[in-house]
């Protein structure tokens, strides 16, 4: 089972805290460093784009980010690949 953490971020000028599982604060730290972002950058980023609360955008992009790394490994395996 997941523990809930809770953390504060300071971005766009404000403090907040938000609460996610673990995992989605590891995932969120990777994608923002695959992206040469600051986490703060990143959910700035999340949070000018989203609608709802904040801890269900950083969720779903969380879940977007993976389902688009999925799609491109599929898209890498089904085409041809060169015989020599």
């Keep these: 089972m997941s523990t809930i953490v809770k953390r ?4 766009s000028g404000h403090l907040t805290s938000v609460s996610l599982e673990q995992e989605f604060w590891d995932a969120l730290k ?3 460093k695959k992206s040469n972002r600051s986490m703060p950058d990143l959910v700035a ?3 000018r784009d989203r609608i709802g609360g904040l801890s269900s955008a950083l969720r779903v992009h969380v879940l977007q980010s993976i389902q688009a790394e999925a799609e491109s490994v599929d898209k890498k395996s089904a085409e041809p690949t060169e015989v020599s």
């Design 8 to 11: 504060s971020l300071k971005f």
């Design 30 to 32: 990777v994608i923002a």
């Design 45 to 47: 980023e999340i949070d």
